[in-house]
């Protein structure tokens, strides 16, 4: 191949000089190596005159024969590239209950789009309750993970993907079930259901004091009425009146039953699902799933 290279270039340029400049070698190397091709074939490819070089009628067809050589020489060459840069193997993603209907669904259409754009990686999911908000990723059984702000573990990266506000969830037949918004000044006194403290290594007072909103300003100290680890059972104890709770305000459409309520929380703060990932991960299906969300979302934000 680089005998043709150097022939096409010294044809082409009709100069031995211009033809060395092109390739980058000597000009001594480049005459050497089309002698050598020309001895190779037996032909005389090159007729040599004091202005340059011309090609003769067997050097003619020799560079149309030459040019669709090394057209195909590239195109294999880039085809096998690309073959060898092909992502495969297996790609566990946890999701914290809660998170999937975040962003109107995005983790499920982050997923769908890397499975289209990767058709080689096999994607797993598993969802995990509020006792693993770290959701798999410090055990292991998690390749990255689809988690609700804060989590607090060691070697853990994080990339906020979307934000929505957060809702009070209530009994639908308590006296602020009708309200458009409520703030922490309405739900004063009145217990709250708590999650269940983690179990995967992550700090478990970070994510849950979050999501009781405590400290609080004022004098106002958080109730607990009940404690829960699944939807399901966060749901039973509002119903039965033990407390209350708040929730991303997508779980008004994903969590809804009759028996509650979602109002607007005023003045709490929002809920934020974030990728996360192991930081010293280099599995290939991991890196790529981050370089597509990177990508996907370039105005999301990185810690």
Do not use: K
């Not at 209530?170 to 403290?197: F, G, M, N, Y």
């Not at 004091?209 to 009940?226: E, F, H, K, Q, S």
Request: contains cysteine; proline residues 6%.
């Amino acid at each position: 191949m680089r005998h043709l290279r150097y022939f096409v270039a010294v044809a082409e340029e009709a100069s031995f000089t211009a033809g060395a400049r092109r390739v980058h070698v000597a000009q001594q190397v480049l005459s050497t190596q089309v002698r050598q091709l020309e001895e190779a074939l037996g032909v005389q490819l090159l007729q040599r005159n004091s202005r340059g070089v011309t090609l003769t009628p067997a050097g003619q067809v020799f560079l149309d024969g030459a040019r669709d050589t090394l057209r195909s020489f590239d195109r294999a060459a880039t085809a096998a590239g690309n073959t060898a840069r092909v992502v495969a193997g297996r790609l566990s993603v946890g999701l914290r209950i809660g998170a999937v209907g975040i962003g109107a669904g995005l983790p499920a259409r982050l997923l769908e789009g890397f499975e289209q754009t990767h058709p080689h990686v096999e994607v797993s999911m598993r969802t995990f309750d509020v006792t693993c908000p770290a959701a798999g990723l410090l055990d292991r059984s998690s390749d990255v993970a689809f988690v609700i702000l804060p989590v607090e573990a060691p070697d853990l990266s994080l990339r906020t993907v979307a934000s929505e506000p957060s809702f009070f969830v209530l009994p639908a037949s308590h006296r602020l079930a009708q309200r458009e918004q409520i703030s922490l000044a309405d739900v004063t006194a009145i217990p709250w259901v708590a999650a269940d403290v983690a179990i995967d290594g992550s700090n478990p007072i970070a994510w849950r004091d979050y999501w009781l909103i405590n400290p609080r300003p004022g004098t106002d100290r958080v109730t607990i009425g009940a404690i829960g680890r699944t939807v399901d059972e966060f749901r039973e104890h509002i119903i039965a009146g033990r407390g209350i709770m708040l929730c991303p305000s997508s779980g008004a459409e994903y969590h809804a039953r009759p028996e509650l309520a979602f109002v607007e929380g005023a003045d709490v703060p929002p809920a934020e699902l974030a990728v996360a990932w192991r930081t010293d991960d280099a599995n290939p299906t991991v890196l790529a799933f981050i370089d597509y969300v990177r990508a996907a979302i370039p105005d999301s934000t990185e810690a």
